[in-house]
């Protein structure tokens, strides 16, 4: 078998609704507070820790950048938390999902998301761990912590390649 190069889309929250939510100003969301001095992008996701004892934590990733052309032979899922990811950098990066085909990941998606947007995995999506472009990058991650195997991972015989990323 050959390896199939895949596309990749523009970050867009219509896009990527299966898999998840994403994180960027939007007008609609937007409310003043602290007396007109701050807008409030009021609920772009919402954060899910599902068990006894779980609870939702912040942390920093630091994410060093991928080589192209990139073999995804990897997916990884969270059946008990949701995951997202803001860059705090200001740098793009990719984001690489697939529907769930029968406890398996399906073909991937590949997104390239701006330096201006994060994403929100829903529990339980198939995902590829993070994925910078042209030099390390942290992120904001929000995620569960708590017990239980929060981690299943998906290996393919035969990888999916990413070509080099065009700005």
Excluded: C, K
């Excluded at 896009?15 to 939510?21: H, K, L, M, T, Y």
Aim: cysteine-free; hydrophobic content about 40%.
């Amino acid at each position: 078998m050959t390896s199939t190069t895949l596309p990749i889309r523009p970050l867009t929250a219509s896009a990527f609704a299966p898999f998840g939510d994403v994180i960027e100003t939007n007008p609609a969301a937007m409310r003043h507070i602290n007396g007109g001095t701050t807008e409030r992008y009021h609920a772009l996701a919402r954060a899910e820790a599902e068990g006894d004892d779980a609870r939702v934590i912040i942390n920093i990733f630091r994410g060093e950048p991928r080589r192209f052309p990139y073999a995804v032979n990897m997916m990884e899922r969270h059946p008990f938390g949701s995951q997202s990811f803001s860059p705090l950098s200001g740098r793009p990066f990719l984001v690489v999902v697939s529907e769930d085909e029968g406890g398996r990941p399906g073909i991937p998606q590949v997104f390239f998301a701006r330096g201006d947007q994060g994403v929100n995995y829903r529990r339980n999506v198939w995902h590829h761990p993070l994925m910078t472009l042209g030099e390390t990058a942290d992120f904001l991650v929000v995620d569960r912590e708590g017990p239980g195997n929060n981690l299943e991972e998906f290996f393919f015989d035969v990888p999916y390649i990413i070509a080099e990323p065009s700005p």
